[in-house]
Nanobody
Framework: QVQLVESGGGLVQAGGSLRLSCVAS????????MGWYRQVPGKERELVAE???????NYADSVKGRFTISRDNAKTTVYLRMNSLKPEDTAVYYC?????????WGQGTQVTVSS
């Protein structure tokens, strides 16, 4: 079992920045991809950004150039730096990781961007 704990969400004005963190713990032997998803009420959860164990990254078109995903050397912590935030970035952000073909999820952290 892998546990994921997110932190760093909050309220910010449009144009501002936030950094989300997610720490993985538990039975960890080789975490593959780690990523961030977000969800607003009434909509499906969507991928925001992901990073593989090799460091390759993938971003949703809506956040390219504004958000940056990174991972620590131990590969158990993933960050999401969010710049130039927009009201449409408001959502609950979830951390996810994959190990041995199983996807794990954090409890989510609220990000609210005011106009």
């Amino acid at each position: 079992q892998v546990q994921l704990v997110e932190s760093g969400g909050g309220l910010v004005q449009a144009g501002g920045s936030l950094r989300l963190s997610c720490v993985a713990s538990g039975i960890i032997f080789r975490i593959n991809a780690m990523g961030w998803y977000r969800q607003v009420p009434g909509k499906e959860r969507e991928l925001v950004a992901e990073i593989t164990s090799g460091g390759s990254t993938n971003y949703a078109d809506s956040v390219k150039g504004r958000f940056t995903i990174s991972r620590d050397n131990a590969k158990t912590t993933v960050y999401l730096r969010m710049n130039s935030l927009k009201p449409e970035d408001t959502a609950v952000y979830y951390c996810s990781c994959r190990q041995s073909g199983i996807d794990y999820w954090g409890q989510g952290t609220q990000v609210t961007v005011s106009s």
